[in-house]
């Protein structure tokens, strides 16, 4: 999709893209670089849904591609997926409680919306029940 | 006033650097694997998967380094196949790394990601409304990623399980760097062989070689006087020429290869010398024989 300022018959420029990531429904303001004239693209949620499933990003990449990252973002139902570093950690914890403390860092991960398990995330664990 | 095609570039969001970058990115990854095989078939229930995790773990038996990647996005049962189910895919920093199996076999899959046994692959979607609009398009972003982002190393043989389906094979092969090779699975009856040789077809027309047939649940074994009999009532029709394509080989029904699907152990590992485990390892001597990973150290 492309849009023509028509005074100018000049390609408008991205300038914006609000709550890209996230919401029901997608928008984007593109800008005329000669008139400066700036339009919304407003997109309805089906639009929305289906620029996403495609796994590509309308105003371009902001981050670089995160691993599994469509997959884990719109997954319903995903297990938490833990760094290697963070596995180790995990690896150092006596056999008999491990299940017991993935469960918890992963409770605590949860909680705060993160999408993996990080070294990070177990040291707030760890501050948290003040160790 | 300029036209669509008037205008180069799309305004900014590079929509096709974003597709080529991320087709590069796969091409990269799939450079050390030697060889990128599907296994296919016309209609559900022939025993494709069983197959595919029979046949890697019979080509891992002859030291070849094997990869599955199960394409069955909706319908995963590779991880229990292969005895990773409960393994945890990790996050490293060249990607994802996959689940390891019997003989270091490499399984990634849908059902590594789902939190619980029972849980539907369902997608967040805030657009409920006729979902068949994009849940393909999702479910191929999906694959893509686990082809591209899943750190799979130096392979001799990377075996996609894909769903049933003769239209899933055109589906998929636009996503794949490449396809090296396709194995189709189906039983002696007219109605699976109807199905497969649209599969076939298929491959026929993307021009990929067709490694040839695999003929599931082909008679069974008296258990009484040990001597084979039909299953099916179409079997003794020369399956080979029914499809037009060769028989790579007959695997008879024994009621173990599903048990050890359901227990997470491959029957090659556990029947050997049966008769089974003999058409098993025929079929991998004949597909083992394409080219070796290079720079492997073997």
Request: a positive charge.
């Amino acid at each position: 999709m492309k849009f023509l300022c028509v005074t100018c018959d000049e390609a408008m420029k991205f300038v914006e893209a609000a709550d890209a990531a996230r919401g029901d429904a997608f928008s984007a303001v593109f800008r005329c670089p000669r008139c400066a004239h700036r339009i919304a693209l407003l997109a309805n949620p089906w639009e929305t849904q289906l620029v996403r499933s495609l796994g590509v990003a309308v105003g371009g990449r902001t981050t670089p591609h995160a691993p599994f990252e469509l997959v884990r973002e719109r997954l319903a139902d995903s297990r938490l997926m833990w760094t290697e570093e963070a596995e180790r950690r995990l690896a150092r914890v006596p056999e008999f409680v491990r299940p017991m403390v993935r469960d918890g860092v992963e409770r605590h991960a949860r909680e705060r919306g993160y999408r993996e398990v990080t070294g990070e995330v177990m040291d707030e664990v760890r501050y948290s029940m003040g160790m | 006033m300029k036209t669509y095609r008037d205008i180069t570039g799309d305004g900014g969001s590079d929509i096709s650097g974003q597709v080529a970058s991320r087709a590069a990115r796969m091409r990269e990854r799939m450079a050390s694997v030697a060889n990128c095989l599907v296994v296919m078939s016309g209609k559900g229930g022939v025993g494709k998967s069983a197959v595919t995790a029979n046949l890697a773990a019979a080509l891992a038996m002859r030291g070849r380094k094997v990869g599955v990647l199960d394409a069955d996005i909706n319908g995963p049962c590779m991880a229990r196949m292969l005895g990773v189910e409960g393994q945890a895919l990790k996050l490293g920093a060249g990607g994802v790394t996959p689940a390891v199996g019997p003989l270091g076999m490499k399984v990634v899959s849908m059902d590594l990601l789902l939190a619980r046994d029972a849980a539907p692959v369902e997608w967040d979607a805030p657009a409920p409304p006729q979902p068949q609009v994009w849940r393909g398009a999702i479910e191929a972003a999906a694959l893509q990623e686990f082809f591209t982002d899943t750190v799979w190393g130096t392979l001799d043989f990377l075996l996609v399980d894909l769903p049933p389906g003769p239209e899933r094979f055109p589906g998929l092969h636009s996503l794949l760097p490449r396809c090296d090779g396709a194995i189709a699975v189906t039983i002696p009856s007219a109605v699976a062989q109807l199905t497969v040789k649209r599969s076939i077809a298929a491959a026929h027309r993307l021009n990929v070689k067709l490694l040839g047939v695999v003929e599931n649940m082909s008679g069974y074994l008296c258990q009484r006087c040990g001597a084979p009999q039909p299953l099916f009532r179409d079997e003794g029709d020369a399956g080979g020429q029914v499809l037009a394509a060769s028989i790579l080989g007959r695997i008879p029904f024994d009621p173990r290869i599903a048990r050890c699907c359901d227990q997470g152990v491959p029957f090659v590992l556990a029947h050997r010398q049966t008769q089974a485990w003999r058409a098993f390892m025929d079929i991998a001597a004949q597909v083992g024989g394409l080219r070796v990973a290079q720079g492997d150290g073997r």
